[in-house]
């Protein structure tokens, strides 16, 4: 029992450790971004429209599942949390079919019921 309790613990640890990570490196992108375009790039609103447009074509990211778009500079960025891998990646998908996006950068959680 104590050894899964530490083994548990551990995954957690290196999950958000991961989620750390991959923030401060999409971070580091984003402000290099703002530097050059200031409060925004041409064209980011409208193509963040069009990547949530998308995904609210797809009833598996309604309630309570939720995905959240930002773009600065043509990077899309999708964070939230879905309950499985395969709705994490349907969501990347529709972004990277999303004309006009040149990277996407995932950091969208999922929802482990047992923590």
Excluded at 18 to 42: E, Q
Excluded at 55 to 69: C, D, I, Q, R
């Amino acid at each position: 029992m104590a050894r899964m309790a530490t083994l548990q613990a551990r995954g957690r640890l290196a999950v958000l450790v991961l989620a750390i990570t991959v923030t401060a490196l999409g971070g580091c992108a984003s402000f290099h971004s703002w530097r050059k375009c200031g409060s925004g790039c041409p064209g980011d609103a409208e193509l963040a429209a069009a990547v949530g447009s998308g995904l609210h074509e797809h009833t598996e990211f309604l309630a309570p599942n939720s995905v959240y778009v930002r773009v600065i500079d043509g990077v899309v960025y999708l964070s939230g949390q879905v309950a499985t891998d395969l709705q994490r990646d349907d969501a990347e998908r529709v972004a990277r079919q999303t004309p006009g996006v040149h990277h996407v950068v995932d950091i969208i959680g999922l929802e482990y019921p047992g923590w």
